[in-house]
C-alpha cells in the first residue's frame, strides 16, 4: 500500500495493487466512481469569508462515502487558492477516470473567485470534455450558479446549480435554531441521494428536482420567516420572497423528464 499526498489543503490517499504476472489476460474491472470536492470557506481578505466550517463538502464527501464511494476516489480541497486550481482539479479526475466510469466534481465557493480568479467559463469547457467518460457530473453551490452550469452545456453529463442564473444562493451560518449551517441546495441534495436505492448508482439527475423543492420549501418556511435571515438579499437589493419560486435553478443536460418532474415536485 502506497500512501501519497497531494499539495494544498486536500489529501489523497491512492492505493496500488500489483497484479499477478502469470495471468496472462485480466477481466475489464467494473466502472468506477470519482469525486472532487472543492469548497472555499475563506478567500485572504478577496473576498467575505464564508463562516460555514466546511459543512457544505462534508455533507457531499459523507453521503458519497456512504454510498460506497472508495475514499480513495476523492479528492477533498478546501480553501485551496492555487489560480490553477481547476486545472489540477479537473486534471486528477482526467488522468484517473476511464470510460463508463462517473466523474463528479462539486464546487461550493464565492461566483466570484471561480469566474473571475479560476476563468471557469474560459477553463472549464475543455478541461470537461477531456474526461474520458460520458457520465460526467457538475455541482455549483454558489450564487448564479447556473451560469456556472451552463458552461458545460452541449457536453455530455449532466450539470446541478444550486440557484438559477441571476440569483443569489444563501449559506446559513448559525447552527442553533431554525437556521442550517451551510447552503440548503447541498442539504436537500445529499438527502435525495442518500435516500435512493442501496447497491444501485447514484442517479443525480433524478436527485436534482427533489433537491430545489426541499430548498425552495426551506426558503419558504425557513428563511422567509426568520428575522434577518433575509437581510444579505435585501443589503444587495435583492427581494427573493416577492418571487413566486425562488430558488429556481435549471438542470443542464441529463434527462428530459426531469425538468417536469422539478414542475410537479414545486407544485402548491
Known amino acids: 500500500m502506497r500512501w501519497l499526498a497531494v499539495t494544498g489543503i486536500g489529501l489523497l490517499f491512492a492505493v496500488v495493487l500489483g497484479g ?49 464511494w472508495s475514499p480513495d476516489h476523492i479528492l477533498l480541497l478546501r480553501n485551496d487558492l492555487d489560480p490553477i486550481l481547476l486545472q489540477r482539479s479537473v486534471g ?20 466570484e473567485w471561480l469566474d473571475r480568479n479560476l476563468g471557469w467559463d474560459l477553463v472549464i469547457p475543455p478541461l470537461w470534455r477531456n ?28 450539470a446541478l446549480p444550486a440557484v438559477g442564473r441571476d440569483e443569489w444562493d444563501w ?8 437556521i442550517m449551517r451551510g447552503a440548503p441546495f447541498t442539504y436537500f ?32 418556511t425557513v428563511i422567509a420567516t426568520t428575522p434577518g435571515a433575509l437581510d444579505s438579499f435585501h443589503d444587495r437589493g435583492s427581494h427573493p420572497e416577492r418571487l413566486a419560486r425562488f430558488p429556481n435553478p435549471h438542470l443542464v443536460g441529463g434527462d428530459e423528464t426531469v425538468e417536469p418532474a422539478l414542475q410537479a415536485a414545486s407544485a402548491p
Open 20 to 68: 499477478d504476472p502469470r495471468t496472462a489476460t485480466a477481466l475489464p474491472s467494473p466502472p468506477s466512481n470519482w469525486a472532487v470536492l472543492i469548497e472555499h470557506n475563506s478567500f485572504s481578505g478577496r473576498y467575505p469569508d464564508l463562516p460555514v466550517a466546511y459543512a457544505n463538502s462534508t455533507r457531499m464527501l459523507t453521503v458519497l462515502t456512504r454510498r460506497g
Open 92 to 111: 486528477w479526475l482526467a488522468a484517473r477516470v476511464r470510460p463508463g466510469d462517473t466523474a463528479l466534481l462539486y464546487v461550493a465557493s464565492e461566483y
Open 131 to 158: 474526461l474520458r467518460t460520458s457520465r460526467r457530473v457538475l455541482i455549483a453551490e454558489a450564487c448564479f450558479a447556473q451560469r456556472l452550469a451552463d458552461a458545460v452545456r452541449g457536453i455530455a453529463g449532466v
Open 171 to 178: 449559506w446559513g451560518v448559525r447552527e442553533t435554531g431554525k
Open 189 to 220: 441534495l445529499g438527502r435525495a441521494l442518500a435516500a435512493q436505492p442501496e447497491g444501485a448508482p447514484l442517479d443525480f439527475a433524478a436527485a436534482f428536482p427533489e433537491a430545489v423543492a426541499g430548498a425552495r420549501e426551506y426558503f419558504r
